[in-house]
């Protein structure tokens, strides 16, 4: 089982483009990691969908998990996350983030072709193998193209020795609850489904993986609290005025939607990547009526 400390709220950065070369921003990069750890997040995980990884070459993804790591500091945990094709790139990614400082990897196993249970545990045991910090398997069949069963998942942690978390996407609740079941209640699972994350803490989520920080970390941090807490209808009003924030940014895409929320908190970090595009003025507007309705609130202060 994992021996890092990773729990509670675990912040998804965007990556930041440079207006003049399109190229990775890294002051605005490092701007943005800082908020996040002075916000009060638990950990900080740079380079999942959020960050747009999928669109960075390889020199870009390095810049970028360099600087998010370095603006870190060491402060909470960093878990970078990997998503490659081949199960050589993504060994030569995990190594990389363990020599730039990452406490931990978040692996996504991508598929052109179909996967069978033996080539996915093939690949996760090599990229393992291949560092000496923990994984975290990450399950989002909805991008992967792969989904993985609590059985598979639960069946990874055991036969894999540095395979110490999962993070379940899939949207299941009740996978969140297989999980904790098989388990006996002791893997720490991650929530990567943001309109889940009251009902995935309540299932035993040892934390909550979101980008909803870089726009309102406040209210995300008084709803772990309260949980924590066992305050639950304080937890359950702070979710209820997070939640249409938190639909939004998912159904809108999380680079566009997070990238546009950060240009009306006055922090641009600059716009997606083609072919990905910036949210249009109609959306924009929702969002900022959505922004503003969740500021004229106070949270709750949890006990």
């Not at 380079?47 to 810049?63: F, H, V």
């Not at 979101?210 to 924590?228: D, K, W, Y």
């Not at 716009?271 to 949210?279: D, I, N």
Request: hydrophobic content about 45%.
């Amino acid at each position: 089982m994992s021996k890092l400390a990773l729990d509670g709220v675990i912040a998804y950065p965007v990556t930041p483009f440079d207006p003049a070369d399109g190229g990775v921003d890294t002051v605005r990069l490092a701007a943005l990691v800082d908020r996040l750890v002075d916000s009060g997040v638990h950990a900080v995980a740079p380079l999942g969908s959020t960050g747009e990884s999928a669109y960075l070459d390889d020199a870009e993804w390095r810049t970028a998990a360099e600087t998010a790591v370095g603006a870190v500091a060491g402060r909470v945990p960093t878990v970078v996350g990997i998503a490659e094709l081949t199960t050589r790139g993504a060994v030569e990614r995990a190594r990389f983030a363990e020599r730039a400082g990452a406490d931990a990897v978040m692996v996504l196993p991508l598929s052109y072709w179909r996967l069978d249970e033996r080539e996915v545990t093939r690949h996760f045991t090599e990229v393992a193998d291949a560092v000496g910090i923990e994984v975290m398997v990450y399950n989002n069949p909805a991008t992967a193209g792969i989904d993985l069963s609590p059985e598979q998942l639960v069946g990874l942690v055991e036969s894999v020795e540095n395979i110490t978390m999962i993070k379940e996407s899939s949207g299941d609740l009740q996978r969140m609850h297989r999980l904790a079941q098989l388990s006996g209640g002791e893997l720490p699972f991650y929530n990567g489904s943001n309109p889940l994350a009251l009902p995935a803490f309540v299932a035993g989520a040892a934390g909550w993986c979101t980008a909803a920080p870089c726009l309102a970390p406040e209210p995300v941090l008084a709803l772990h609290r309260a949980v924590r807490s066992g305050e639950l209808a304080a937890a359950r009003e702070v979710f209820g005025r997070l939640l249409p924030l938190l639909q939004f940014i998912v159904t809108g895409g999380l680079p566009t939607t997070v990238k546009a929320g950060l240009a009306l908190r006055g922090t641009p970090a600059g716009t997606p990547r083609p072919p990905l595009l910036p949210l249009d003025g109609a959306r924009s507007e929702q969002l900022a009526a959505l922004l503003r309705e969740l500021d004229g609130h106070p949270v709750p202060q949890a006990a």
